[in-house]
């Protein structure tokens, strides 16, 4: 089967670093995913991975390793804004996605 | 510039009634999809479409019907609610298939009692 793997909830300090990991294991792999979602809103687009590798877009980075199955988001100088769960997805060998559980990202003052 | 509008935002249904969420796009997407999302589950896809005409099954198709007769607008039905679709629904459109950002709708809380 396929599954995707991601911690429930995690804790920071604003103006911290937090890595929240994703690991996979799915039939093929066309690409990886990371959006944001905060509470009671719509799921928004923040990374896309297709290549092994770390991609930097200002604050937030996204790390893969598409032989381990493993990808990071990592976020620096937290912010209170920064509260919200985070979604990992992984576009399969029929580019449909799979979508992990998400991870709920608290940040405390 | 709308972008992905679904209605209605909120719904109460008794069991055995139908309704229908409607979901309007204005950014010429070609593929449009159903999700639904439960607290500690990932997003399920319940069906979707990859233009005006085509409908597909997704991974939870059952109990729900959808018709995509414009471009611009995918409906989802559902005919005779029952307790296990209380959710929240989100309408997401994109220009090709699973490798292309999703742009989602603001979501629509259906409760059924």
């Known amino acids: 089967g396929q599954n995707i793997d991601q911690p429930t909830e995690m804790t920071a300090t604003e103006g911290a670093i937090v890595q929240i990991n994703c690991t996979y294991q799915?039939?093929?792999?066309?690409?990886l995913f990371w959006y944001q979602q905060h509470a009671g809103e719509a799921p928004t687009f923040l990374s896309y991975n297709v290549l092994d590798g770390l991609e930097e877009k200002g604050r937030f980075s996204s790390f893969l390793s598409r032989s381990k199955g493993y990808s990071y988001l990592l976020l620096k100088e937290l912010q209170m804004k920064d509260s919200a769960s985070y979604l990992c997805?992984?576009?399969?060998?029929?580019?449909?996605?799979?979508w992990g559980a998400g991870t709920k990202l608290i940040i405390k003052p | 510039n709308a972008g992905v509008t679904q209605t209605p935002k909120f719904r109460v249904l008794k069991t055995g009634q139908s309704m229908t969420l409607l979901c309007a796009q204005d950014?010429?997407?070609?593929?449009m999809y159903w999700y639904r999302q439960d607290p500690g589950m990932g997003l399920r896809l319940i069906h979707y479409s990859v233009g005006e005409g085509t409908t597909a099954k997704g991974e939870v198709p059952d109990g729900y019907n959808v018709s995509r007769l414009k471009k611009q607008n995918f409906l989802l039905g559902l005919e005779s609610a029952a307790p296990s679709q209380t959710s929240v629904y989100f309408c997401?459109?994109?220009?090709?298939?699973?490798?292309?950002?999703?742009?989602f709708g603001a979501g629509s809380r259906l409760t059924v009692l």
């Open positions: 799915t039939s093929g792999f066309n690409g």
């Open positions: 950014m010429n997407h070609e593929y």
């Open positions: 997805a992984v576009v399969d060998s029929n580019y449909q996605l799979i």
């Open positions: 997401a459109g994109s220009r090709g298939s699973g490798a292309n950002v999703l742009t």
